[in-house]
């Protein structure tokens, strides 16, 4: 789309996503610039890559049965 207009550009990028994750937080945060939409969805690719790639490692065959939340686990 080059000679287009920066919103018509963020506009066609928007539209073209298919992940509904993606879409929901650029929608909350609309960008007003290219650069700023980038940054936005590099983020969210990096933080999707971080989150696939954490394995649970149990020792021993241990595997706990309930896993506790921080919070409940303070009350």
């Known amino acids: 789309m080059k000679g287009a207009p920066e919103c018509m550009r963020i506009s066609g990028f928007m539209h073209g996503i298919n992940n509904p994750e993606l879409t929901k937080r650029l929608n909350e945060h609309v960008p007003r610039t290219m650069k700023e939409m980038m940054i936005?969805?590099?983020?969210?690719?990096r933080g999707e890559a971080t989150a696939a790639d954490r394995v649970v490692v149990y020792i021993s065959g241990y595997k706990p049965t309930r896993v506790v939340p921080p919070i409940e686990a303070a009350l």
């Open 40 to 45: 936005a969805t590099t983020a969210f690719i």
